[in-house]
């Protein structure tokens, strides 16, 4: 993203010459010391509309993510006053099998599903992006999925997921299959999570539907009457104009993956045999049903710096293959 | 060779058509599955293969759902958070978005940065921490921790309503400011009138967000009479097992307002998105 200092007011070198100032006033420096002050106007504007942010960042942010890092060194049950213990936390998170089992489950369920979703929705987008009668009804109907989540979704699949009475297994059933158990099967449940995100899809849908609109009719013409086939139009010319879409789909798709919440809590428990157990759920059965506040604190600044690296390789690695209209 | 290019279109056609429906099926299934559940009776939930039409229509389960639990104390718990969360977060995105959008400081560029950064930030690495602020103020069991930090600014809006605002002719708040309009007019009379997509974008992700929440309750509300419709149908889950007929009437109610505003709002909520989306 651009900064966009050439939109603005007063650029930065009139800020500069504005602020060198000498004893003796001409009546080109009186009007630059007028300037100057509506400047200063205008920066004391500035900071007052974004205090509120600020002051948000400083006490609901920044504040308790120090106070968090502090807290990871202590054993702490919420009433007592936090103990340190060091490195204590963070020696018995390596040797816990639940944490391994929680970051294994995590990590399948967003490399499988980032790129699963990113990929259905594209070919959604790209339908969506035909000339054919009908879209908007299509495009309605294809993201209303993303309108809702939380308990309720996770409710109705769990009624989809039903190994008897349930959609999915009715559907296979017509087929002549008969179906899995789906969430209480241990080797089911975490695959029918990831089948149940691709419900959700709708949201990069509707991202790569509006890259998909920057793209130039003529250059896909071009690209045609040079006698590209539709392959080759795909990949040489849709998906580099349509990288910054998938850059941004990506990184916010594996931030979001890596949270999985609400589904383990309502619909798995973490279960059957802790093949659900996802990081932010095992986090939350610490700090509010152990009450181990000290170690939940330790998991979370190890899911902060996960996700922190994950985002960095994306976006180093972004160079090589996002490419902006213009550049 | 005519014929053949035009054979070839209505081909490629109907492909995309089939492949809509079968995902606009894929889509509404669940939906359908949910709906045609809350209005079978209790033997008809379990029949064997399952019953594709209900019929008889059971629509008492939609009044027993909600009688079972306090729904409509639920209903007006989440009812007061949306709306207060509504107000803040109106107010503090549009000032922020529009400081960032029009006013030039030093050190804008750098703070822009840090506002963008946070969406990066899991609420995993937040919630003990603040849970920890929140309950020595006294906040466990209301519904401030819920609200106030709305009163504050959100990173996404933030980016959401300065790309809109950057987008707005500067003309309009020129000559505002040559008939002696001050700032805060200046935002009221001309940037809100003209940046309603944005606004309603904004209302709508934030009624989505608020009323789908389910971790931030969880954690700080355990009184039942201070739960919302989140924790109220969780609660519901553990007491009514296998009353699929009642869960399914109850999950009916609690996604029908979301999907109506959605359903109304649409045209300006895409447009907000594909106006704002990834431009700069």
Same mark, same amino acid.
């Given at each position: 993203?651009?900064?966009?200092?050439?939109?603005?007011?007063?650029?930065?070198?009139?800020?500069?010459?504005?602020?060198?100032?000498?004893?003796?006033?001409?009546?080109?420096?009186?009007?630059?010391?007028?300037?100057?002050?509506?400047?200063?106007?205008?920066?004391?504007? *500035?900071?007052?509309?974004?205090?509120?942010?600020?002051?948000?960042?400083?006490?609901?942010?920044?504040?308790?993510?120090?106070?968090?890092?502090?807290?990871?060194?202590?054993?702490?049950?919420?009433?007592?006053?936090?103990?340190?213990?060091?490195?204590?936390?963070?020696?018995?998170?390596?040797? @816990?099998?639940?944490?391994?089992?929680?970051?294994?489950?995590?990590?399948?369920?967003?490399?499988?599903?980032?790129? !699963?979703?990113?990929?259905?929705?594209?070919?959604?987008?790209?339908?969506?992006?035909? +000339?054919? +009668?009908?879209?908007?009804?299509?495009?309605?109907?294809?993201?209303?999925?993303?309108?809702?989540?939380?308990?309720?979704?996770?409710?109705? *699949?769990?009624?989809? *997921?039903?190994?008897?009475?349930?959609?999915?297994?009715?559907?296979?059933?017509? !087929?002549?299959?008969?179906?899995?158990?789906? !969430?209480?099967?241990?080797?089911?449940?975490?695959?029918?999570?990831?089948?149940?995100?691709?419900?959700?899809?709708?949201?990069?849908?509707?991202?790569?539907?509006? #890259?998909?609109?920057?793209?130039?009719?003529?250059?896909?013409?071009?690209? $045609?009457? @040079?006698?590209?086939?539709?392959?080759?139009?795909?990949?040489?010319?849709?998906?580099?104009?349509?990288?910054?879409?998938?850059?941004?789909?990506?990184?916010?798709?594996?931030?979001?993956?890596?949270?999985?919440?609400?589904?383990?809590?309502?619909?798995?428990?973490?279960?059957?045999?802790?093949?659900?157990? *996802?990081?932010?759920?095992?986090?939350?059965?610490?700090?509010?049903?152990?009450?181990?506040?000290?170690?939940?604190?330790?998991?979370?600044?190890?899911?902060?710096?996960?996700?922190?690296?994950?985002?960095?390789?994306?976006?180093?690695?972004?160079? +090589?293959?996002?490419?902006?209209?213009?550049? | 060779?005519?014929?053949?290019?035009?054979?070839?279109? &209505?081909?490629?056609?109907?492909?995309?058509?089939? /492949?809509?429906?079968?995902?606009?099926?894929?889509?509404?299934?669940?939906?359908?599955?949910?709906?045609?559940?809350?209005?079978?009776?209790?033997? &008809?939930?379990?029949?064997?293969?399952?019953?594709?039409?209900?019929?008889?229509?059971?629509?008492?389960?939609?009044?027993?759902?909600?009688?079972?639990?306090?729904?409509?104390?639920?209903?007006?718990?989440?009812?007061?958070?949306?709306?207060?969360?509504?107000?803040?977060?109106?107010?503090?995105?549009?000032?922020?978005?529009?400081?960032?959008?029009?006013?030039?400081?030093? #050190?804008?560029?750098?703070?822009?940065?840090?506002?963008?950064?946070?969406?990066?930030?899991?609420?995993?690495?937040?919630?003990?921490?603040?849970?920890?602020?929140?309950?020595?103020?006294?906040?466990?069991?209301?519904?401030?921790?819920?609200?106030?930090?709305?009163?504050?600014?959100?990173?996404?809006?933030?980016?959401?309503?300065?790309?809109?605002?950057?987008?707005?002719?500067?003309?309009?708040? @020129?000559?505002?400011?040559? @008939?002696?309009?001050?700032?805060?007019?200046?935002?009221?009379?001309?940037?809100?009138?003209?940046?309603?997509?944005?606004?309603?974008?904004?209302?709508?992700?934030?009624?989505?967000?608020?009323?789908?929440?389910?971790?931030?309750?969880?954690?700080?509300?355990? +009184?039942?009479?201070?739960?919302? /419709?989140?924790?109220?149908?969780?609660?519901?889950?553990?007491?009514?097992?296998? $009353?699929?007929?009642?869960?399914?009437?109850?999950?009916?109610?609690?996604?029908?307002?979301?999907?109506?505003?959605?359903?109304?709002?649409?045209?300006?909520?895409?447009?907000?998105?594909?106006?704002?989306?990834?431009?700069?």
């Amino acid at each position: 993203m651009k900064g966009g200092d050439g939109d603005c007011y007063y650029s930065r070198r009139q800020v500069h010459m504005a602020n060198v100032q000498t004893e003796v006033m001409s009546p080109v420096k009186a009007t630059r010391r007028r300037r100057n002050s509506l400047q200063a106007k205008r920066e004391r504007l *500035f900071y007052i509309l974004v205090l509120p942010w600020v002051i948000g960042f400083l006490a609901f942010t920044l504040g308790p993510m120090v106070y968090s890092l502090y807290l990871s060194f202590t054993h702490w049950d919420l009433f007592s006053s936090p103990r340190f213990i060091g490195l204590g936390n963070y020696a018995q998170l390596s040797g @816990d099998p639940l944490f391994w089992q929680s970051l294994r489950v995590t990590s399948i369920y967003s490399i499988v599903s980032v790129p !699963l979703g990113l990929i259905v929705s594209l070919m959604l987008a790209i339908l969506l992006n035909q +000339k054919v +009668k009908g879209l908007s009804v299509f495009r309605t109907i294809l993201y209303l999925p993303s309108v809702v989540s939380g308990v309720a979704v996770s409710t109705v *699949f769990m009624w989809v *997921f039903n190994p008897q009475f349930g959609l999915l297994n009715a559907l296979l059933g017509e !087929l002549g299959v008969k179906g899995p158990g789906w !969430l209480s099967d241990p080797n089911w449940a975490l695959p029918s999570l990831i089948l149940m995100s691709l419900w959700g899809v709708g949201g990069n849908m509707i991202i790569f539907l509006a #890259g998909l609109q920057n793209i130039p009719v003529s250059l896909l013409e071009a690209a $045609s009457l @040079d006698g590209a086939t539709l392959w080759r139009r795909f990949w040489s010319v849709t998906i580099p104009i349509l990288s910054p879409s998938i850059l941004f789909n990506l990184v916010l798709s594996i931030i979001n993956q890596f949270q999985t919440f609400t589904q383990a809590y309502v619909m798995t428990n973490g279960g059957p045999l802790h093949s659900t157990l *996802f990081y932010v759920y095992y986090l939350f059965e610490n700090a509010f049903q152990y009450l181990n506040m000290g170690y939940a604190a330790a998991l979370g600044w190890i899911l902060f710096i996960i996700i922190l690296v994950l985002t960095m390789i994306v976006l180093a690695t972004s160079k +090589k293959w996002v490419f902006y209209q213009g550049e | 060779m005519v014929m053949t290019s035009n054979v070839r279109r &209505s081909v490629g056609r109907a492909i995309v058509y089939v /492949l809509l429906i079968i995902f606009s099926l894929a889509s509404l299934l669940p939906f359908y599955w949910m709906v045609s559940a809350s209005l079978k009776p209790n033997y &008809s939930v379990f029949s064997f293969p399952p019953q594709w039409i209900p019929w008889p229509l059971e629509w008492s389960n939609y009044p027993k759902a909600m009688t079972f639990v306090p729904f409509l104390q639920f209903f007006v718990n989440t009812l007061i958070i949306v709306v207060s969360t509504l107000i803040g977060s109106l107010m503090s995105n549009i000032l922020v978005g529009y400081a960032f959008a029009r006013l030039e400081a030093r #050190g804008k560029n750098v703070l822009f940065y840090i506002v963008l950064s946070t969406m990066m930030l899991p609420y995993a690495v937040l919630m003990v921490p603040q849970y920890a602020i929140f309950s020595s103020l006294g906040w466990v069991n209301t519904f401030l921790p819920l609200i106030v930090p709305s009163f504050f600014g959100n990173a996404f809006f933030i980016f959401l309503l300065r790309q809109f605002f950057m987008g707005i002719p500067r003309d309009l708040e @020129d000559a505002a400011a040559i @008939d002696g309009a001050g700032l805060f007019s200046t935002i009221v009379r001309i940037i809100i009138p003209v940046s309603w997509p944005a606004m309603i974008t904004v209302c709508i992700f934030q009624i989505q967000f608020t009323w789908n929440d389910f971790l931030g309750p969880l954690i700080y509300l355990n +009184k039942q009479s201070m739960f919302t /419709l989140a924790l109220g149908l969780n609660d519901f889950i553990g007491q009514y097992t296998g $009353s699929w007929n009642l869960l399914m009437a109850a999950s009916t109610v609690i996604l029908l307002p979301i999907l109506l505003i959605f359903y109304f709002g649409q045209r300006l909520f895409i447009g907000g998105i594909v106006m704002t989306g990834l431009k700069d």
